[in-house]
């Protein structure tokens, strides 16, 4: 069983930063593919990035590539999403997963593990 608790949400204007942490219950986290998926308020979950087990490889959402950062350190079993240049349309809440596999990092049914959540809240 693995274990994910989401931190770092919060409300800022558009144009500011948040950075989002995830950490993991897990001894084996380095062998998971991670992602940040997020879901606004009548709208489902949508992907937003992932990052392989040894984090050489990451996968954007087009809507917050160039903005948003993925990265992730195998010997503190986290992961973080670093938010830059936000948008009101960014306001959701996030969700840190984890995947066994590594084939479809863009898809939720591809996630075994959840976290709970954080809200990001971005004003105009």
């Known amino acids: 069983q693995v274990q994910l608790v989401e931190s770092g949400g919060g409300l800022v204007q558009a144009g500011g930063s948040l950075r989002l942490s995830c950490a993991a219950s897990?001894?084996?986290?380095?062998?998971?593919?991670m992602g940040w998926f997020r879901q606004a308020p009548g709208k489902e979950r949508e992907f937003v990035a992932a990052?392989?087990?040894?984090?050489?490889?990451?996968y954007y959402a087009d809507s917050v590539k160039g903005r948003f950062t993925i990265s992730r350190d195998n010997g503190k079993s986290t992961v973080n999403l670093q938010m830059n240049s936000l948008k009101p349309e960014d306001t959701a809440v996030y969700y840190c997963?984890?995947?066994?596999?590594?084939?479809?990092?863009?898809?939720?049914?591809?996630?075994?593990?959840w976290g709970q959540g954080t809200q990001v809240t971005v004003s105009s």
């Open positions: 997963a984890a995947a066994v596999t590594s084939q479809s990092p863009r898809s939720a049914g591809r996630y075994d593990y």
């Open positions: 897990v001894y084996t986290f380095s062998t998971y593919v």
């Open positions: 990052i392989s087990r040894g984090g050489v490889s990451t």
